[in-house]
């Protein structure tokens, strides 16, 4: 499976300031996603990252708050805009091996633990 | 879109009994089921998954079923160790979702000696 490096392991911040999120892989993925897991919760995904283009948003997500980037298959980015102390969770990027075939093969990170004073 | 359910939302056993976690979801069109495992200050690792032709898979002491009918798959662990204990999430793949996992909200699992 692929191998996720996601920088930083953990960071505390001011109110009011942005987080970005680094998430780099050591071979070319299909596809890329970021999550949130709120303290003690589920993972929620915020936005499958696109190459080359505009990044995907669930719903309650929005451009503005959580801008991504993808420039290439192997590394994207997620900005924490603008933090309050409710951003305070786990984010984890995820990606999707290119040519699994039927081995979906979605690889986790070992997350960003943000918490915002 | 896609719904998981996940039960029991805690587990105690004792070491070498067996664990169930129970899932459920809402779309038919869901062809791919896997679970993770996630340890404290961890990313979640996968551990298991099945497709939805296939009604069961095993790998060691780890197996899962899948029930298309119904809607819900199980994870099973036998022999449970100390190192079982973390929280398992189980996730749901529609092919109407461009790839996207839907997850269940997670079970702490707590194996003791």
């Known amino acids: 499976s692929a191998v996720i490096s996601q920088k930083p392991s953990r960071d505390i911040c001011q109110r009011g300031t942005s987080l970005t999120i680094q998430c780099q892989v050591d071979?070319?993925?299909?596809?890329m996603f970021w999550y949130r897991q709120q303290p003690g919760q589920s993972l929620t995904l915020i936005a499958t990252a696109n190459q080359g283009s505009e990044a995907t948003y669930e719903s309650g997500f929005v451009i503005d708050k959580f801008p991504i980037s993808r420039p290439n298959l192997t590394f994207s980015t997620l900005t924490v805009s603008n933090m309050s102390p409710e951003d305070s969770s786990i984010y984890l990027c995820?990606?999707?091996?290119?040519?699994?075939?039927?081995?979906?093969?979605?690889?986790f990170g070992s997350g960003t633990r943000l918490t915002v004073v | 879109g896609e719904n998981v359910e996940q039960h029991p939302s805690t587990l105690s056993v004792q070491e070498g009994d067996s664990a169930v976690i129970k899932c459920t979801y809402s779309?038919?069109?869901?062809?791919?089921f896997p679970w993770y495992k996630q340890e404290l200050g961890k990313g979640p690792q996968l551990i298991i998954d099945i497709r939805s032709n296939v009604g069961e898979k095993k790998d060691q002491r780890i197996a899962v079923t899948l029930n298309k009918t119904a809607k819900h798959f199980s994870l099973h662990i036998t022999e449970t160790q100390p190192e079982d204990s973390a929280v398992y999430f189980c996730?749901?793949?529609?092919?109407?979702?461009?790839?996207?996992?839907?997850f269940g909200t997670g079970t702490r699992l707590q194996v003791t000696l």
């Open positions: 995820s990606v999707r091996r290119q040519g699994e075939g039927w081995n979906y093969g979605y690889t």
């Open positions: 779309d038919s069109a869901s062809n791919y």
């Open positions: 996730a749901a793949r529609s092919t109407g979702t461009a790839s996207k996992l839907t």
């Open positions: 071979s070319q993925v299909t596809m």
